[in-house]
């Protein structure tokens, strides 16, 4: 069974083109490790993202040493590169709960990120832009 999400409206810093907001895809997931589970996450749906990405305050409010898991470097599309730490957490979207190893990084502009590895390698994604709002529809892979 597939459900269907709209894209969330983002308001722009600097408006561009007089366009005020942007949309994006986006869930609100919660993780949960050591009997503990984050406040709801605003997440960014990524599918050129290689991996999920959560702020690092929210590995430590679910009682993680975020800096002893094993260090990840990543880069985005302007070259800057950020660090990360590995650690493994359940996720929850809605009905749907699984493990997954996520990177917790202290230099992220969002609480979330969904990535290929953690969340697109669960669920298939597909994406439309002909209503208003977009949305973009998920559906759980069985064996995953």
Not at 2 to 19: D, H, M, N, R, W
Not at 127 to 137: A, I
């Amino acid at each position: 069974m597939s459900i269907t999400y709209p894209y969330t409206s983002f308001v722009l810093s600097k408006p561009e083109a007089g366009q005020s907001f942007v949309w994006r895809p986006a869930l609100t997931v919660v993780l949960h490790e050591n009997h503990r589970k984050s406040a709801p996450i605003r997440s960014l749906v990524d599918t050129g993202s290689d991996r999920c990405i959560f702020d690092g305050q929210i590995g430590e409010s679910l009682g993680l040493r975020v800096r002893d898991g094993q260090e990840y470097s990543f880069g985005g599309v302007v070259g800057a590169v950020a660090t990360g730490y590995f650690h493994k957490v359940r996720m929850q979207l809605g009905g749907s709960s699984y493990e997954t190893t996520v990177v917790f990084c202290y230099e992220l502009s969002v609480g979330g990120i969904l990535g290929q590895l953690g969340f697109f390698d669960h669920f298939v994604a597909t994406f439309d832009w002909t209503p208003n709002p977009p949305v973009f529809e998920l559906e759980r892979i069985p064996q995953n």
